[in-house]
């Protein structure tokens, strides 16, 4: 226990130090931190550029569809009629308007020709508010009674008493997103430095002194708790960051529209429940992840020959993210129940799942069983075959030789 010790401090201290840890774990926070600025930047952007629009046509229906209108752009003038097709210098002589509206009676109905930088941004905004002139004009009854009535209210209800109202349902995704890709890239660039780190050794040929030394099982159990350790210090601070990004967003950049005050992340409350999960499945993803890594560097006889092995073991983690995605729409259903059962892609499923919606505590623990114990599986073949192939030079050894020292 004590080699162990000593190898997992020296392990962790030389990760911990590693420029590529320190610039990584900065850049992933300061990166988080952007993201959850967006809102504010885009919606400080579309309040001063893409929301600004001319009305032309009769002052009449141009009136009344400025009212109409005024929940979702900024008219900034209103003119009789236009001379010829507006040009892209006409609106930057209108306060830079992202596009004009012309306005026109159309037998007993109204026709909008609209000009813009952009022209699928506002075919069916303008459809949507300016049907209550529509109506008006087929129907005769007025403007503002149609108005009155063209908005239906709905309030949707959860039946498992999960979320207050849609927008929670809708932040809790967009938590459960954020987590799920931490998860990935904590598993992805921790595994891939522990790869890296067994092929360097193994090519300088400083692996024949460490297995001279220490028990080749000790050195891999060491690299990878070394890893995991580092691994929840970045996820710590990538959450850290995102957690009071988010809260201080909605201080510092409010301006009174929804889409710039409303933070990314800090609107919704991540539950402690959520994070000891969350805790949870990197510790048991990064465990199987990290064993084939080192077991699969072990085998390769030239740093070049990194990229080759990866690729196969990316493949689950791609497929955890899809059905991922999957699971944030429909988290209960039979398909991504089973998914969320099955090693190197339950910690994403099963995680998004507990995040968004509520999942019966057994379901919890069996895929915590499931993949702690093919996390133990996977670390006694990995420690086989991380064993011999730490001492196999020149050719790689091949399927055949592998399948020999499994069951040896």
Known sequence: MNTLAVVFNAEFVRRIRSRAFVAGTLIGAVSIVLIAMLPALVGGMLSSSSKKIVLAGDPALTATARTLLKRDFTVVAMLPKLDGPPSAQFLDAHDKASAVAVLARSGEGLRVTAYARDPSAFRDTFAADLAPIQIALATGAPVQRVAAHS?????????????????????????????????????????????????????????????????????????????????????????????????????????????????????????????LAFLAFFAVGFAQYGVLYAAAASLINRTEDLGSVAGPLVVPVVLGIILAQIGLQFPNSPSVLVCSLLPLISPFVMFTRIAVSNVPAWQVVLSLAINVATAVLLAWLSGRVYRVGLLLYGRPPSIKQIVATLRA
């Open 151 to 275: 908005t239906v209210p709905v309030e949707v209800h959860d039946v498992s008493g999960r979320f207050a109202n849609a927008s929670a349902a809708d932040a809790a995704k967009g938590i459960a997103y954020l987590f799920v890709m931490l998860l990935y890239l904590a598993i992805l660039l921790n595994a891939q430095s522990i790869m890296t780190s067994v092929a360097e050794e193994k090519t300088s040929r400083i692996a024949e002194l460490l297995v001279a030394t220490l028990d080749p099982a000790r050195l891999l159990a060491a690299k990878i708790l070394a890893a995991a350790a580092t691994g929840f210090i970045q996820l710590g601070v990538w959450v850290a960051a995102g957690m009071l990004s988010g809260r201080a967003v909605t201080t510092l950049f409010a301006r009174g529209d929804e889409a710039a005050s409303t933070p990314l992340f800090g609107s919704l409350s991540v539950s402690s429940g959520e994070i």
